[in-house]
């Protein structure tokens, strides 16, 4: 039995690019975790998209054992990703730990994500350790960042370590620190049964596996467990730990971090955040948990084959058990038929999710347009949160429209300061306050409603700083605004799935970009077709898609005009006729087209 002494609990954070999971190539490299031979980039992200984007989607434990000063110590290693939509992954990371290493990259200093994570872990009262990162680079600039650490985070020098997860160096001098300065795990031994479910995943075999740390007493297999939440009771069949490979072991004592398996099947039985105890001897109260995560983008995700939706169904429910940020519910749209409405974190958590699910599901799937979650006050004093356009009520019944206004944080070149304030502006960013953290870098705060950001702020922001910029934000609350549903009108017909809201300020503009693009997609018709964008019953752009002439005198050569004309005329009451009963036919290229951006 591992004495709680000798573990170590801690979780590698950053910004993303920063070198994190390079760092733990290395430092399983150093244990003996992984051999010369196994050694490649990236061990830990397991996913072929991590590995194609070079970025960390989800957190990934391993346990390695490291020998430091005669003594053999249990170290318990999270990677978690830099990303801001996988926020949500950091926190419940670090939830398992009682230590992290803020990584910093020597060449380009302190990030958004930085600032925000290094926050994230002094609110966990986790013990940082800080490590400069990437040193063996001729661009370094040491003395610099670490000021900029000093500024921003209050470290220093002195406690910063250097390191380079590239060649290896410093690797050593960052597992004594870890040793040294995070805390031993605090728990009886003897107590009941208390461990933390922070993770989990669905195994077609094994069912489902959860991934626990353990606060109090002892995990043993074949003891008789029960999940607090739900009050279900199971046998434990098998416990392990990831070192890297899942390994069986007997049992997981206090401060250990390993996964169990007990023949669950039942993905909605496994809650993330959820306590695991003692059936027999329980424990009296249940740990904190997680603060639930609220999505704040939604968007619809159909099959382009109807008959693939209970596929798409049972795909869902397996994500939901790996990522319960990620929400969803069925919904039907007279364009695209039967489908999810699905929340995410923000646009790549989006985009992540429809990659998954038409890779290693193979499905085809169509996206609507992605809106915010929005607040309304009506007439009768009730308060709807709305997080799709086709349920906002009738204009004469809405007495506030509120939208959700985030605090954002910009990190950039000084130069660029007027370019991004212009950026903000037109995006009714409220501007707070700007932070220097050197002569060259600086920290802009302001207060913008959420949808300006989540269509391509970000691309914007790279473009603007040459790619040096960068940003985080969190929600802070709803705020009253302008705000207006504008609906597409499709021959006279409202079509539901390209319904949005925005502000009524840019409602003209958005309308009119709209409708050009869907006039370049939807084919002629035998009849004149008329697009519309409306703002309740009033038009505010139109266009018009001309009708396919057929040339009806082909066949008269010559002759009297009034023969033509009598065909003329009839030709026109027949198109007339088609106009009041003939469908437009919406093709999928149409929706996309209108989706892949608001520019």
């Not at 661009?139 to 997860?165: N, T, Y």
């Not at 007027?418 to 700007?434: I, K, S």
């Amino acid at each position: 039995m591992t004495d709680p002494q000798f573990i170590r609990n801690f979780s590698i954070i950053a910004h993303i690019d920063h070198g994190k999971s390079t760092l733990c190539d290395q430092l399983l490299l150093k244990t003996g975790a992984i051999s010369e031979r196994d050694f490649r980039n990236q061990v830990l992200d397991s996913m072929d998209l991590e590995r194609e984007r070079g970025i960390t989607i989800r957190m990934h434990p391993v346990t390695v054992y490291h020998e430091y000063k005669g003594k053999t110590y249990e170290l318990n290693l999270v990677d978690t990703p830099g990303h801001v939509d996988f926020g949500y992954e950091v926190s419940r990371s670090l939830a398992a730990c009682e230590g992290a290493v803020l990584l910093v990259d020597a060449t380009q200093g302190v990030q958004a994500q930085t600032v925000a994570n290094a926050y994230l872990a002094i609110e966990h009262d986790l013990t940082i350790v800080p490590v400069l990162n990437k040193i063996d680079m001729a661009i370094a600039r040491p003395e610099a960042v670490a000021e900029e650490m000093d500024s921003a985070l209050g470290i220093k020098a002195d406690e910063i370590l250097h390191a380079s997860g590239k060649t290896g160096q410093g690797v050593e001098e960052v597992l004594a620190a870890v040793i040294d300065r995070v805390p031993a795990p605090s728990g009886d031994v003897n107590a009941p049964l208390k461990a933390l479910v922070y993770n989990s995943h669905f195994d077609s075999y094994k069912g489902v596996v959860v991934y626990v740390r353990v606060k109090e007493g002892t995990l043993r297999k074949g003891q008789r467990i029960k999940l607090m939440r739900g009050g279900n009771e199971y046998e434990v069949a098998d416990i392990g730990q990831f070192r890297p490979a899942p390994t069986s072991c007997s049992q997981l004592v206090v401060g250990q971090v390993g996964y169990f398996m007990a023949q669950i099947k039942n993905i909605a039985d496994v809650h993330i955040g959820d306590t695991v105890t003692d059936a027999l001897n329980p424990t009296a109260e249940a740990l904190p948990g997680y603060k639930e995560p609220k999505p704040m983008v939604f968007s619809g995700l159909y099959p382009t084959n109807n008959n693939d939706f209970e596929t798409l169904r049972e795909e869902l429910a397996k994500l939901r058990l790996n990522d319960s940020s990620f929400v969803y519910q069925p919904e039907v749209s007279e364009g695209l038929g039967f489908g999810f409405r699905c929340g995410f974190l923000g646009m790549l958590h989006r985009e992540i999710i429809q990659q998954r699910l038409e890779r290693d599901c193979d499905l085809d799937l169509v996206q609507t347009a992605p809106n915010v979650t929005y607040e309304i006050l009506t007439r009768r004093g009730e308060t709807l949160l709305i997080d799709n356009p086709q349920k906002v009520p009738d204009a004469g019944q809405i007495e506030e429209f509120r939208e959700p206004i985030v605090r954002i944080n910009f990190l950039i070149p000084a130069e660029n300061i007027g370019d991004l304030m212009t950026l903000c502006h037109e995006r009714r960013a409220v501007y707070v306050r700007t932070e220097y953290l050197s002569q060259s870098r600086v920290i802009l705060v302001f207060e913008m409603p959420l949808a300006e950001i989540i269509y391509d702020l970000y691309d914007k922001l790279k473009s603007v700083t040459h790619g040096y910029g960068t940003m985080d934000y969190e929600v802070i609350g709803f705020r009253p605004a302008d705000l207006v549903r504008l609906d597409v009108l499709v021959h006279h017909k409202r079509v539901d799935a390209l319904s949005t809201i925005v502000h009524r300020s840019n409602a003209e503009r958005r309308g009119r970009i709209l409708l050009k693009k869907l006039r370049e997609e939807i084919d002629r018709h035998l009849f004149e077709v008329v697009l519309q964008a409306a703002i309740g019953s009033r038009i505010i752009a139109r266009e018009n898609i001309a009708a396919i002439k057929k040339n009806v005198t082909a066949k008269c050569y010559g002759g009297d005009i009034t023969r033509k004309r009598k065909l003329w005329a009839k030709q026109a009451a027949g198109k007339k006729r088609m106009k009041m009963i003939g469908q437009v036919e919406l093709p999928q290229e149409a929706f996309l087209a209108v989706l892949e951006t608001d520019e």
